[in-house]
Structure formats: structure tokens, C-alpha cells
């Protein structure tokens, strides 16, 4: 008898084991699958909504309130950038770096939109007396900041300098 009994206990045990190890796998099971819904849904509405934004941001027809603004110097003439520079900031355009464009040979002046709301770059074009023609997009999204003011070798007709 005693035999039996030893045989039912290490049986009961395994069974007890096997119950707790099979419960660990299935709220392991359930938690990972949760998981996986979640990533789904997060990749799910990061590709649909950024679709949707990207319109959003285009289609915008009003300036915002504050525009940041980066001013190079693509003319080669000293002082350009900072005589750019505090001109906007007069305007109450908030220039965020200012400095050298990687060319010193820029014949006109260009304003770049970095954003995808044109009216922004408009604004930049219209304070400094830039023709529209001159604004173009590029956007960026590693560029924090909304526009992009290139000073060509025109920079004399310009309003900071009349």
C-alpha cells in the first residue's frame, strides 16, 4: 500500500508542477499576444495617420504665430546673415541659427520651406521683399525649424537693406 500512495503523491506532484508550468505558458502566451495587437495597432495607425497629417500640414493656408527661421549666407558678403538676422527679428520672426551656406556663389535669394506650410515661408519671402518664385519646398523632418532663408548675391535689393 505504501507503494500506491508513494505512487500517487509523486504523481500529484507532477500534476501540481505541470498545472503552475502550463498556467506560466499560457499568461506568457496571452501577455506576448497582447503585445504583438498593440505593436499592430501602433504600426496601424502610424502609417494611416501620417498620410493624413502630411495633407493636413500642406494644405494650411495661414502662417503660424511664431516661425522659426534659419538665415544663411550664400552671397559671400560679410555681415549679410546678421543684417538678415536682426531684420527678422524685427518683423517678430524668431531666428533660431544663423550662419554660412555651403555656397558662397547663391545669384538670388531663396526661402525654403521646411515644414510643408507654405505660408510660412510666404511670410519670410513677403517681410524680406523676396519674389515668390524664389520660395521652394524642401521638407525635412530632421530639421526643427520651419524655414530656410538662402542669401544670395541679390541681398542689396532686399528690405534689410533699403
Known amino acids: 500500500m505504501n507503494g500506491?500512495?508513494?505512487k500517487k503523491k509523486s504523481r500529484s506532484g507532477q500534476g501540481f508542477k505541470s498545472t503552475s508550468y502550463n498556467l506560466f505558458l499560457n499568461f506568457s502566451i496571452i501577455?506576448?499576444?497582447?503585445?504583438i495587437i498593440y505593436m499592430g495597432y501602433s504600426i496601424?495607425?502610424?502609417?494611416?495617420d501620417g498620410g493624413k497629417s502630411k495633407d493636413l500640414a500642406v494644405n494650411e493656408?495661414?502662417?503660424s504665430e511664431i516661425v522659426q527661421v534659419e538665415v544663411l549666407n550664400g552671397c559671400g558678403a560679410g555681415g549679410a546673415a546678421e543684417k538678415f538676422t536682426d531684420f527678422l527679428r524685427s518683423k517678430n520672426l524668431d531666428v533660431v541659427k544663423s550662419g554660412n551656406y555651403?555656397?558662397?556663389d547663391v545669384g538670388e535669394s531663396l526661402v525654403i520651406d521646411r515644414t510643408g506650410n507654405s505660408a510660412n515661408a510666404l511670410k519670410v519671402a513677403k517681410?524680406?521683399?523676396i519674389k515668390n518664385e524664389n520660395v521652394i519646398q524642401q521638407l525635412n523632418k530632421d530639421y526643427l525649424l520651419d524655414v530656410t532663408v538662402v542669401i544670395g548675391r541679390d541681398y542689396f535689393n532686399l528690405q534689410p537693406y533699403k
Open 4 to 6: 500506491k500512495s508513494d
Open 31 to 35: 501577455l506576448l499576444s497582447a503585445v
Open 44 to 48: 496601424y495607425i502610424k502609417l494611416s
Open 61 to 63: 493656408k495661414e502662417a
Open 102 to 104: 555651403i555656397s558662397d
Open 127 to 129: 517681410a524680406l521683399g
